[in-house]
Every structure is written in C-alpha cells, then in structure tokens.
C-alpha cells in the first residue's frame, strides 16, 4: 500500500497542471517529438552509416581519424554549422595477438582479449598456474609476495542490471584487478569478462596499475570460458595451468580529435546546450551501441528539435573522440573550452534501449523547469527520477563548470550483454526503442534550447 | 474448426486404453522414466564432463581420441560392459589462420571461418572481388567463367525451425555453394553462415567439391558480418573487396574409432537395440549440444532403463566417431558389423532441449509396439508423428539393414542459433529440458529392450 501511494504522490496535480503548461508554451517542440517517435530515421542513418562505412574506431587511431572524418561529413551533411575536428594528443595501446589455453590438465582452448594497458606477454607467451580469486577484495587480502610466478584469476560475477549499477560493483575486477595481482607478484592475470551475456566474446575495456607497479600481461576470459575454468578447478586434483599470449604494443603519443558542430540559435550570446557523445570504439566491435548510436540520438534530435524554428540558444554537439581509453577527448574539450559557458549538458553513452527516467542536478535550483521537463517526458514513459544528474564521461566540461546537467536514463539491461565486444553491432539495435530514445532527447532539447532564462537557476 | 476436429482425432480412445496398458505391462519402465524426468544427473555429467575435460574433438586429431578415450573410461565407470574404441581410418582436414576483412571502400575486419574442405590462400591471403549472389540458384545461373578472379558470397537466409527443416533448406550455401563457384572460375568463396543467430560467430561444417573441380578456399561468415556486407553493397559506388586469408591443411589419413559399450541383455541371442550419437565436433566450440549432450542422453537412458532390471535384450550404445567430417565412423561401424542383426536404431543428434514428437518407421507394420510407444511417451508432451521415421547421420547401419527406427524429435528451435559455432558450450543446456529428454529416451528404449517379438514386425 505505501508503494501505491507514493505512486499516487508522484503523479500528483502539479505535474499534471505543468503538462498543460508545456502543451501550450512548447508546441513545437513537442510536436517535433512526436514526430521522431513515429519516423526518426535520422539516428539510424547515422549508426548504420558509421558501422558500415567505418565499423571499430579505436581512440588514437586511423580508424578513428575515418570516423571523424566521416562524421564531419555526415554532420555537414545534415546542416550543421561550425563543423570542426578539434585535434588532441593522447597516448595509445593497440592490441596484437591474443590466444589462450589450457595446457593441463584438461587441453583446450579458451577465447581471450588484452585488456586496455596490458604488458605483453612476447610472442611465445607465458605458461602458469592459474590461482583464483573470487572478488577484488579476496585478491587484495592474499599475501604479498604470495602470486609469484603465477597467474591470478577473478571470478566476479555480473548481473543485468536496468540502470547498469552493477558495473560499479563488477567494474573493478577490470579497472585494478590486474594492477593488485602484479604488485602481488604475479606474472599474468585474467578476469572473468566484466559482461552478462553467455556467448564465446570476451568483454574488452582499459585497466590500470598503480605508480611503481610495472603494468603485466592482463586479459579477460568470456563468460563461457570463464565458467569452463571455474568446473576445472572443481574437477583437477592439482593446479590447473594456462598459456597465454598477448601482445599488445604502445604506439606512444598520437592524434585523435573531438567532432563538433552546432546548430546556431537566434540569440548566440547565451550559453549554449552542449548534447555529448564518443566517436571512438573498442575495437572488437563495430561500435553500434557503444557508442555510435548516442552519437546518432543527439544530433538527430538537436536536428528535430530544430526543425520546430530556430531555437533560442545555439545547440553543440560535440563527439567525443578517446573516450574509452581514458576520457581523453573529454578533458581536452574541457580544457579547451572552459572559459566557455555552458547552459546544460547531456550525454547519451548507454545503448539505444529505451529512456526510462529523467533527473536533472536543478530540481532545487530551477524547480519550475525541472518539472516543465518530467512533464513534457512523461508521455513517453519516462518517469521522473528522485537521484541528482551527475552526467557522464563525456561531459567533464559541465562539471568542471559546475554546471547544469540532464540525465536521461537508458535502459541497460541488454548493454553488458554486448558492451565491449565483438558483438556491439548494428542488429542489435531496435529500431522502435531507438526511435523513443530520439523522441524524448527531441522533446528535452527542444525546450532547454529555448529557455531564456539560467537553466540551473540563479 | 478443422484443426480442433484433427486434435480431438487425434486424442481418440485407442490411445487412451494403450497408456493404461502401459502402465501395467511396463511399470518399471515407467518407473525408471519418471525418476529421470524428477532427478537425471547422469546425462548432464557426461556432458559437463567431456566438455571440461576435454572441450572441442575434432574428428581424426588427437583431441578426439582423447574424447573417446575419456567416454571409454566414463562408460566403464558407470558399468557399461563391452566397452571398446573400435578403429578406422579416415582422411583428415585442419583449420589454419583464419581471417577475413574488407580492403575497400569501407576497410574493417570480418569474423570468418574456413569450411571442412576449403582450400588454403597460403599465408599471403587472397584480396578480390566479392559478388553477391541471393540463392545457390542464382549462383548456378551465372554464367560459365563469369566469377573468374572473384569471390563468391552466397547470401541465403535462414530462420529457426522446431523441426530443423530449414537446414535442407539454406544448408545447400555451405555444401556445394563453394564447389558450384569453383566450378564458375571464383578464386573463393564465402558464405552467410548457416545459423540463426545474430552474434560474431561464424558457423563451421564442411562443404564439398564436385569431381574435377579444383578445391578453392571457402569460408562462413558471421551472420552480424554478413549483413554488414550486403549493406556495404548497397552503399558502395564500386566493387567492395575482401581480403581473405584461410590457411587449412589436410592431414592425409589418420585413425579415428568408434565407442560402444553394452548393457548385455538376459536373451543375448535377440539382436540388440542401438542407440547412437556422435563423440567428435567441430573445433571451434566444445561439442555440448552437438554432440555431446546426445551421448549423455543415450548413456543415461540406456542404463535408466536398465535400472528396473536386467532388459530382455542387450542395449548397445555406439558413440561414433568422426560424423562431422563425413559420417566416417558410422559407415565404418555399418562396414564392421553389418552381418550382426539390429532390432532397432535411435539416434540423438539434435542439441539437448524437449523431446515433442515420436515416430517410427513401424507404424504400419508394427501398429501395436508404435502405440504403446506412443501412448507410454504422451504424459512427457510427447505426441505421435504421422511422418515416418528415418533416423539420423549415427545409424547408418540400420538403414543397410532396412532395420526398424524410431525418431524422438528434439526441439530445434535454438539448435542452429550454436551448431558450429564458438557458442557451443555447456552453459547453453538447459538441465529442465535435458531431464525431459533422458526421461523420453529412458521411457523409450525400456519397452523396447523388453520387446520379445521383432520390432518392426513380420
């Protein structure tokens, strides 16, 4: 019963009254919404197009500099002023061989991938025991010293989640497993993909090891490898022992770039609506979900909202290039730019799945918008969040300005599924769900790029 | 109204009287069914076994001998008598590198595997050409010399069948879709794989070519690949190339074998009842749902069965070898032992979900045993096919013989979304459904092996 009647509460008479309001000062851009919900093909052409004629665009490289490329000319293409590659130095690690095997006592072989940051193990690999651990904090207790000469397995599990929180809880394996299991002496590490799925795709992504700690050989296993090691500790009277080849190389310092355009409001001396996205991709995949697809839903959307009449603040999208191998583009724009201000960020790096909530970081500040906005969204399924918007990666600009952001929460549960793996292609995308996804952007942007006033409040 | 007046047909009086006959000439039977329906570990221990323990057989290589030598050591232990690895020869084939990616106009990397058969580019690889044909007919029409220097892609769809059906239908891509391309001056071929699935794995399996026409490399791409590649025709103003680089090798003859072992029946002079599967897969998965889940479920049934008491006659299991490369090890089984009598044959090759159809090549000259089957198998969801049944790769020998066959259809509907493919491992059976299996096939083979008068009739 509380539950209901908290339900009852949120949809309460305010929120109701603010929909009417929005009917009347934003018809437009609600219109425009509607529009994209029945007939977006605008995001689409964009992932397909990028998958197709680009497919993996690993940050630092030529395939990304494609991918630039090729979004200029989209972007242009598609009316967009102010079209630039702004150009950043970054450090880049590209992937070499990568095989793995059981050697004894049960031969055979296992489907790996380098994880980002990864030594290379030299061209005839490395051969240990593999010793397990099922969580970061049971590799943290082990003795020092106690790994030496081997390799350390962790054996976290993920669950689906709809908000992704899990890979809080899961990430770490990934992003310091293999750090603490070097500084504990051993001499490789492999993790059970950081994913949901059950298929034969290890999940790819970056580690890091702390100062002093010279970087090893570091892989992760799919799931379904995963849980063949996992029986054949249960079964194997003695050690269980791997080979594993990765040869992974630095490429050093190399370009890469962030893509910009704009559409040019009627006002452009008020701060602008920046909508982010990365252009770069792990490289096993075609980067359809992650993140091609949020590149799509932003500028289709500032498109559409556009499409309403020239909107009152200018509307920057802005591509973010190397966002998966340390938020490089992100922190290059912002230092860049940021004695620029910023009216309100968003960022969409979470799949093309439905948009299931909204949340701002000015329900306080500027509760009369934020509610014109959970009002205007609600037609769509998008419930009204209770949390604060943080933002993602590629926003860092925002709040290194300590700015407003918007939120609008994708649902995950099929993202780690696919996320960072050679299965991030564009089949997996749902055409309707997409199309939802462009018509709740279109709708927020359509009124943010139109509110006169500060939108995170005085 | 038709379909109801069938279904009540159907479920007419006759069948009804044969369960409660059932029930009272074979309690035991019964018996042993219903407890394998409730607690069967037996058959998924022989596949979690074999697949940890071993993982992927291919046919002739010493990973298959290694699987007969695990099932011989797993017959034995679970009191099998009889049990021998009964040697043939047969020539053998082996992957090499295997990679796959478009040069121009839209550079990125395929997943590809090379076909049991294909020909070697040699380590240097081949880039040509790739022409699209939509059908095996469409490529049979082409012109004579019109593929010269160019790479053949056949582009067939193919949609999950409970019944498997489709196989006959898209299969033809991957049989003689290389050699017909061959035979048209291509330099190779590739093919949509033939799956049903939508992720990065290549489906393997081999392919043949006719009489004097040179072997040409021949791949599968993966089905996400492929569409990729039929949008990149749609899209490119020119030729899209690809460059192909497969390296197999024949290993001339080499020896694989046949496992059998027997539960030895109290009438040994009655000709036994066979029931087979296949003990080698392919290499790129573990040969869970093909085969080894169909070996589990014969082992298991047959020593179910055998658990109400001594059978009448000897149950003999044949685990054949080398079936994926050519049916080599049931020929050679028909070869050795086609002067010994089988009364009749089963076979279980088809993934490890719901049995849901009987059916008997018996029906007419037998109609009393193809009822009480039928009527015995109803409670299990089991109906009573119309077709008649011809039995699978394995059981070579009965057909020789014009023997007796029973079909016990499994649910297909996933099988070709993992058949060949890196997907197929353990965690893909559902144990509920493997359970369902082993209690039809326990069910099944306990009225038969008590059967005293010859089974597909005078």
Redesign the interface.
């Known amino acids: 019963m509380r539950t209901l009647a908290l339900a009852l509460a949120a949809a309460s008479l305010p929120t109701l009254a603010a929909a009417q309001t929005v009917a009347s000062e934003t018809p437009a851009a609600a219109a425009s919404a509607d529009a994209a919900l029945e007939s977006d093909t605008l995001a689409w052409d964009f992932v397909?197009?990028i998958?197709?004629?680009?497919?993996?665009r690993q940050a630092g490289t030529e395939?990304e500099k494609?991918g630039r490329d090729w979004s200029v000319a989209w972007l242009k293409a598609n009316g967009f002023a102010n079209v630039a590659d702004e150009p950043f130095q970054m450090e880049t690690w590209v992937r070499g061989t990568e095989t793995a095997e059981i050697v004894s006592?049960?031969?055979?072989?296992f489907?790996v991938t380098a994880l980002g940051g990864s030594a290379s193990t030299g061209p005839e690999g490395i051969t240990a025991e593999v010793v397990e651990f099922e969580s970061v904090a049971a590799l943290q207790a082990a003795p020092a010293g106690s790994l030496k000469g081997k390799i350390a397995y962790i054996s976290h599990s993920m669950t689906p989640t709809q908000d992704g929180s899990q890979y809080g809880f899961a990430g770490p394996a990934r992003w310091v497993g293999a750090g603490i299991a070097a500084s504990k002496g051993a001499i490789g590490s492999v993790i059970k993909s950081v994913g949901t799925d059950?298929?034969?795709?290890p999940h790819a992504g970056g580690t890091s090891f702390p100062e002093g700690v010279a970087p090893i050989p570091a892989g992760a296993l799919s799931?379904?490898d995963a849980?063949?090691l996992e029986?054949?500790f249960d079964?194997a009277k003695g050690p269980v022992r791997m080979k594993l080849v990765l040869t992974p190389r630095d490429l050093g310092t190399t370009t890469s770039g962030n893509v910009v355009g704009e559409i040019v409001g009627r006002d452009p001396s008020l701060p602008p609506v920046l909508v982010a996205c990365h252009i770069d991709s792990w490289d096993l995949?075609?980067g359809a979900i992650d993140d091609g697809a949020g590149c799509g839903i932003v500028a289709a959307a500032a498109k559409h909202a556009a499409a309403a009449g020239q909107p009152l603040r200018t509307i920057r999208v802005l591509f973010a290039g190397a966002e998966e191998t340390g938020l490089w583009g992100s922190k290059a724009y912002s230092a860049a730019h940021i004695a620029e201000p910023i009216a309100v960020g968003l960022e969409s790096d979470f799949g093309a799945d439905r948009i299931w909530q909204f949340g701002s970081n000015f329900r306080e500040s500027n509760p009369d918008l934020h509610a014109k906005i959970a009002a205007a969204v609600a037609r769509f399924g998008v419930s009204n969040g209770t949390g604060v918007a943080t933002g993602g990666a590629d926003i860092n600009i925002v709040r290194d300005q300590n700015g407003a952001i918007i939120d609008l929460s994708q649902d995950g549960t099929r993202y780690f599924d696919l996320h960072h793996?050679?299965?991030d292609?564009?089949?997996?995308i749902d055409p309707a769900q997409l199309r939802q996804n462009v018509a709740v952007w279109t709708q927020v942007i359509g009124i943010l790029a139109n509110e006169p006033g500060p939108i995170k409040g005085e």
Request: without cysteine; positive net charge.
């Open positions: 397909e197009g998958t197709t004629e680009v497919g993996p395939a494609r006592p049960y031969p055979q072989p489907h059950h298929h034969r795709n799931l379904p849980a063949n029986r054949m079964r995949g075609t793996t050679p299965d292609t564009l089949d997996k």
